[in-house]
């Protein structure tokens, strides 16, 4: 596995639809060949309109190689000035995760908090 999120920040002559079309694109070609469950369960991508950037995890094989079809598919479709890519650390690059990461841990929290309330009470059922 790779260390890498790259995010791709795009000029104002790219539209946000067709890089969100061709990511689409290079998820297709990643299923011929890692497999589509492979691809389901291993990349993620965010795109976000109002910076025009979008985010690819490629911490994964499927991943890596989703960002690596996505950038030849913008080579092939735009001049190498309509879009730069950086890595990013691993936090810094779906800023909802984090939110959500928060959420998922206060909720189970709370679901073991309730499961040790009934079993010290004696109402868990097997």
């Known amino acids: 596995m790779t260390p890498e999120i790259y995010r791709f920040r795009f000029c104002p002559t790219v539209s946000m639809d067709r890089a969100r079309?061709?990511?689409?694109?290079?998820?297709l070609?990643?299923?011929?060949v890692h497999g589509a469950g492979r691809v389901r369960l291993d990349v993620a991508y965010f795109a976000d309109d109002?910076?025009?950037?979008?985010?690819?995890d490629a911490r994964t094989k499927a991943g890596q190689t989703?960002?690596?079809?996505?950038?030849?598919?913008?080579?092939?479709e735009f001049d190498m000035t309509a879009f730069d890519v950086e890595r990013?650390?691993?936090?810094?690059?779906?800023?909802?995760r984090r939110l959500?990461?928060?959420?998922?841990?206060?909720?189970?929290?709370?679901?073991?908090?309730?499961?040790?309330?009934?079993?010290?009470a004696g109402t868990v059922t097997y």
């Not at 070609?29 to 011929?32: I, L, N």
């Not at 989703?66 to 092939?76: E, H, K, S």
């Open 66 to 76: 989703v960002a690596t079809i996505f950038t030849d598919l913008l080579l092939g």
């Open 50 to 56: 109002q910076e025009r950037s979008l985010v690819i």
């Open 29 to 32: 070609a990643a299923e011929r």
């Open 21 to 27: 079309d061709l990511v689409a694109y290079a998820i």
């Open 100 to 120: 959500l990461g928060r959420a998922a841990a206060w909720l189970g929290d709370r679901w073991r908090g309730a499961i040790r309330r009934l079993m010290r």
């Open 88 to 96: 990013v650390a691993k936090n810094d690059g779906f800023p909802r």
